[in-house]
Structure formats: C-alpha cells, structure tokens
C-alpha cells in the first residue's frame, strides 16, 4: 500500500519516538511504501527545528531518514482550492502525485474530507482497522 504520513505524523513520531505516530512510521516504513514530497520534509525540517528545538543536525538526521526510505513525489497541483489552506492541498497533491491509496494525518481540516477522488483520510489510530478491510 502506498501512504502519505502528513507532517504533524511524522512531527509526533520523532518527538515521541513512540505511541501511535513513531509505531505507524516505522511500521509503514517496513510494510508499505511511504511516498513524501520536499514540501513535507521541508516543513518537518522547519518545524522541528522552530517549535521543537532541534538543532539543525537532529533535524536533517530525521530528514534523511525519511529520504532514505521514502518515496519523494513532486505534489500535483490541485484545479481548485480543496481546503482552507494550502498546505493542505499540498498534502493533497502529494498523495495523488505519489498514487497513494491513503493519507494519514491529525489535520482536522483534512479528516473532514474524509476522502479526496481516491484517496482515504484517516487518523493514524485508524489505520490497523482500515489495513485489515483492504487486504
């Protein structure tokens, strides 16, 4: 399967480096093909650094990491608007660019859709459940 892991995932995977977030990457990592774009690794980069203070080596450590063993998809851009932000649609564009069957994020503004053309939107709580009734 291929996934999408929104930035506030793989933020709450690294800072925790367990629960919920750290458990989906590493599992999708090893099961799954993760697909990322420079647009999610450079806002993880920003925001673990600005928010999170991690030095600019601990960031690019988490980066590479994810360059090693993801897929890296220019975003489609979208025809119209689909949520209030931008990045959102980004995220958006990411999995239909990368042919992902699913995006898992905490996003309110994305969970709202619920689906976007192909493309389910869970909470990464929800995706044991949703694995099992695709496979």
């Known amino acids: 399967m291929r996934i999408v892991l929104d930035t506030n995932v793989l933020i709450a995977a690294f ?24 647009f999610i690794l450079d806002e993880l980069r920003g925001h673990l650094i600005d928010k999170f203070r991690f030095s600019d080596q601990q960031a690019e450590e988490a980066v590479s990491l994810l360059r090693s063993s993801a897929e890296i998809v220019a975003p ?54 949703y694995e099992s009734r695709t496979n």
């Open 15 to 38: 800072i925790s480096r367990r629960g919920v977030c750290a458990s989906l990457l590493e599992y999708c990592v090893l099961q799954h093909t993760v697909v990322t774009s420079e």
């Open 76 to 129: 489609s851009d979208l025809e119209t608007a689909v949520c209030r932000g931008p990045d959102d649609d980004r995220i958006l564009g990411t999995a239909l660019a990368g042919d992902a069957e699913c995006i898992m994020t905490g996003d309110k503004d994305l969970l709202v859709i619920g689906q976007f053309q192909s493309v389910r939107i869970l909470r990464p709580a929800e995706f044991a459940d």
